[in-house]
């Protein structure tokens, strides 16, 4: 069982577009409100596999595994790794149904919570990471990098699903427009490194949304 | 014998164990499609199959747990093609079998979620089993199994039942909290599954078999018919996948849930034909038990089961009679006024709602089986389906996610013939009105006798006695003042003396007089005191679910009168605006006179509709709408783009803008109208992300738009349609992810195609304003403001 308690508002607020100000008032009150609710809707899940990892030339390859890792930024993310960890996570379909009957009840609440409810698939992998790191004691690891990313596609989530058999083991799935159900779940990959990492490129580079991004524009980034 | 004598049998059925544990032993690569190897290694499946026999497996499931339309697809692989081969392998393996044995028609989930969370239409679901289905022919009985979904379940089940006479064993998977990962809770799969005729259910997957210990004894509480149990290996280990549990321990701790009442046995993911030698030993020796089997009455969805052991309120609210609001809706195809109307209800109390769409001018089971589908997705409390036209209860119990109620059947011959078999084939509960072909009996004794009719069809026909709640009918006091105290006496009669659960519509009651809640409550309480189990009534109108509320507490059936006060501590959203009391969080204006403007701009709902409704006595509604409501929507957009407020609080200054356009619409005369025009909204086919897409229709409504919403995943040609059909000016796209793009650039293409003269706005979080040019959209829209402006300069409004 995975227990998660709280969730992290300042994430959440960040996905609303949201500066630290207008964290009062009536925002506060909801967000109290809503996180209560989406914590009791929650039915954090995740799943994840080892692949010993090779590379052919620049392309990353995993042994005994029928995922083919396409693209520069991936490739480029795995440098120097001898292996990868697939990993999914989902908040769990409680909360698709909160959020649903939220934007009936009240459209605030439900962007409100919709927000918590992102920041919450964020705790479960930052609680699977924990676990990963803890039974692979001695390695190093890449920061998380999901489909959708840079060049990464987002067609490969249904074999993904399928080699951690995810519907199985935490009722995670693909729909037919290749996007994950329940909504608020992630899939990432984890590189893993018997030696130390370089320290990683700024994902600014490889993102889709360089050119309209509110941060960049202010300097900043967005944290991903 | 057949399978389904054998289920009949004073015996254990020993079913196989492992099927992907094996061809993973075997070579098989996580990831790649099992059932491909019916046709490249028939011998391999052959012999796993011939393993499980001579370890004593009396059922061999087909390597066909995946082989459907959706997962097979650009495999170069068919349905037919892989089951057909996947059945002939098991029939072979069994035909050589030195025992009798049967092969099973082995079904998993589609892979897909269905809707409300996924895509998947329940439809789809069922066509997708159906192909299945008729491919597996060559096979002794059906398993439907690992399911999660219990609304996937019964597609598959109805496909079985439909398209092939042989039992069916479904079994679901469950995790330690009892509940599977969609939220299905055991009783409600026991309920929903046995109503529609599974011939054995269980578990499969999930735990070890100790951890399905519990589960499986609820279960065997809960139903008639045969339990099974597929328990895993224990529990995995995430980096190997090996399984904890030896077969040793896995044979003891199976075969012990004997004890419980199981009589169907084997293994699921990581036992062997070891585990399966090993459990057949432990069973010898030892015989099913008879099962004590609780019988009560409930109805229920995946996550909610209501037991009828007490006063359970219907609500009412969902019925067009004698509401024009509701009315105007059922026209318009205005599916969130209904929802809204549903989650009110649920605020309110109500245990089970009542849904009702007749009007003469509309395709009542279209719009039926769209309403009990929205509903599903947004409140699990179950509903009561309520139709004088058998086809739209039909359609409605089929696409119902769990156990409802029939309003209704009544002592009519041509009733009791026609709706009694739909009751029975879809497992509802019925409501039984107490009138035949000469109407209304006057007497308590007379409706008694009709209720007496109702229950012996019903039971003639194997619905049973706990699925009939009779309804003795409520009289209006003011027309027929005896009539009264029949309808209670006849309620009392039910009761006591058939034993059934009593339902009545309280409400009529008062008609035609003054003070009706009153009326109604005294009522209510007269009903409550002599056996009425389900009023329906309208829960918003809080004397009437208090006084349930306080007959429960004085009653003793509230114990320590915890609902009672929950009940009335609770806050909720609907409310008000904001979760508090508005007077508590704006302290600064109290005292003073709050204007129009201060409510918009602090989301103050209730009181932006008080003070308008106010204004309305002294100022012409269009002078509201241009000179203070948009100007102040105007302000709070201004403040939004500046990055002062932020999108939940822009969404609540334009819902109290909102509830001040309702109050002025209450009050204009029919013709006039308020709408600055109409707007079609869609989120792309393939696309499920569709809240950016609501936020902007919330808008666009709060500034006077109306809006035809398409919902989620539409069709390109859909959005033509209505495009065309509306005469709209504008239309909006969303799609949230690069995947679905390619929809958005299809749809754009097809409006122009079709020369729709319209423009379009598009918007969604990939989207920039170069792509939304390059696919030939006129507009881009950074977010739901942006499109407000736009809609507002392609209308020429402001």
Known sequence: MINIDHIDRAEAMRYLSCRDESNSGVVAEYLDQCERLVLEALNPKYTYKYFPLDFCGEKPVLTDCPLSLEGKDIAAHLAGCRGVIILAATDGAGVDALIRQLQVENMAAAVIADALAGAAVEEILNKAEVEIKERYGNMYFTERYSPGYGDLPLNIQKTILNILDAQKRIGLCVGSGGLLTPIKSVTAFIGVSKNPLRKERCRCDSCNMRETCRYRKEGKSCGL | ?798
Request: net charge negative; charged share 25%.
């Open chain 2, 1 to 798: 014998m057949d399978f389904k004598s054998l289920l009949q049998e004073d015996g254990f059925i020993l079913l196989d164990g492992g099927m992907g544990t094996m061809l993973q032993a075997n070579g098989l690569v996580p990831g790649d499609i099992p059932e491909i190897m019916n046709v490249t290694h028939p011998e391999l499946i052959e012999s796993i199959h011939k393993s499980y026999l001579d370890a004593g497996s009396m059922v061999v499931y087909t390597n066909t747990f995946g082989a459907n339309r959706s997962k097979l697809e650009g495999s170069g692989h068919t349905v037919s093609e892989l089951i057909g081969a996947g059945a002939a392998i098991a029939r072979k393996a069994v035909s050589s079998a030195s025992h009798k044995a049967y092969t099973a028609l082995d079904l998993g989930p589609v892979g897909q979620l269905l809707e409300p969370t996924g895509s998947l239409s329940f439809e789809e679901a069922y066509n997708i089993f159906k192909e299945q289905i008729i491919a597996g022919a060559d096979t002794d009985l059906i398993v439907i199994e690992t399911m999660s979904d219990l609304y996937e379940t019964k597609a598959a089940l109805l496909a079985a039942k439909e398209n092939s006479d042989k039992p069916v064993i479904c079994t679901m998977t469950f995790e330690e909290s009892g509940r599977t990962f969609t939220g299905c809770s055991v009783s409600a799969m026991a309920m929903t599954l046995e109503g529609l005729g599974a011939d054995a259910v269980g578990v499969n997957c999930s735990l070890g078999p100790d951890g399905l210990y519990d589960i499986l004894d609820e279960l065997a509480s809960s139903v008639s018919i045969p339990i099974a149990a597929k328990p895993n290996a224990g529990l995995p280990n995430p980096e190997t996948g090996a399984y904890n549990t030896t077969p040793e321990e896995f044979a003891r701790q199976t075969a012990r849930l004997s004890e419980i009442g199981v009589k169907i046995f084997g293994g699921c993911c990581g036992t062997s034909p070891e585990f399966i030698r090993l459990l057949a030993k432990e069973l010898e020796g030892l015989r099913p038990i008879k099962r004590e089997v609780r019988k009560h009455s409930a109805v229920c969805t995946p996550a909610k089961t209501v037991v009828i052991d007490q006063p359970r309120i219907i609500g009412e609210r969902i019925n067009p009679t004698g509401k024009k609001c509701f009315k105007e809706a059922l026209m318009n195809n205005d599916i969130d006024y209904i929802l809204g109307q549903a989650i009110e209800q649920v605020r309110a109390g109500a245990d089970i709602l009542d849904v009702n769409v007749g009007l003469p001018d509309i395709d009542e089971k279209e719009m039926m089986v769209r309403t009990v589908k929205a509903i599903q997705g947004v409140t699990d409390l179950p509903l009561q389906i309520d139709s004088t036209i058998p086809e739209v209860l039909e359609a409605a119990l089929r696409v119902y996610n769990g156990k409802p109620i029939v309003n209704s059947v009544n002592g009519e011959e041509k009733s009791l013939s026609v709706i009694l078999p739909i009751v029975k084939k879809y497992g509802a509960a019925v409501v039984g009105l107490t009138l035949d072909e000469n109407g209304i009996p006057k007497t308590a004794d007379e409706r008694f006798a009709i209720a007496q009719r109702i229950l012996d069809r019903a039971m003639k026909i194997g619905i049973p006695k706990e699925d009939v709640f009779i309804d003795c009918l409520t009289l209006t006091a003011s027309a027929e003042q005896d009539a009264v105290m029949e309808t209670v006496k006849a309620v009392h009669r039910v009761k006591n003396e058939l034993g059934l659960r009593t339902v009545l519509g309280v409400s009529n009651i008062s008609f035609g007089l003054p003070n009706r809640e009153l009326v109604n409550c005294n009522f209510l309480q007269m009903c409550l005191t002599n056996g009425l189990d389900l009023p329906i009534i309208n829960p918003n109108a809080a004397l009437m679910t208090g006084a349930v509320r306080a007959y429960k507490l004085l009653t003793g059936i509230d114990r320590n009168s915890m609902d009672y006060i929950r009940a009335y501590k609770d806050v909720s959203f609907s409310s008000s605006a904001t979760p508090k009391d508005s007077s508590q969080s704006d302290g600064s204006k109290s005292g003073e006179t709050m204007n129009l403007s201060y409510a918009i701009e602090n989301g103050l709902k209730g009181e932006a509709g008080k003070i308008t409704a106010e204004l309305l006595k002294t100022t012409d509604p269009m002078d509201i709408v241009n000179e203070m409501l948009i100007p102040a929507l105007d302000k709070a957009g201004d403040d939004f783009e500046a990055g002062r407020i932020f999108l939940p609080q822009l969404i609540l200054s334009a819902g109290a803008a909102q509830s001040a356009f309702e109050a002025i619409k209450n009050n204009m005369s029919g013709d006039k109208t308020v709408s600055k025009g109409k707007v079609v909204l869609a989120t792309v086919k393939n696309d499920i992300h569709d809240i950016g897409k609501n936020i902007v229709k919330v808008l666009l409504e709060n500034y006077g738009f109306e809006v035809i919403d398409l919902g989620r995943d539409v069709e390109h040609q859909a959005v033509v349609d209505a495009a065309i059909e509306h005469d709209v000016r504008l239309v909006g796209l969303s799609a949230l992810m690069t995947t679905t793009l390619k929809d958005m650039e299809a749809t754009v293409k097809l409006l122009h195609e079709n020369n729709v003269n319209c423009k379009i706005v598009v918007g969604g979080a990939v989207l920039t304003p170069e792509y939304a040019e390059k696919i030939g959209a006129d507009f881009y829209a950074k977010d739901a403001k942006e499109t407000v402006d736009i809609a507002r300069r392609v209308y020429g409004v402001t």
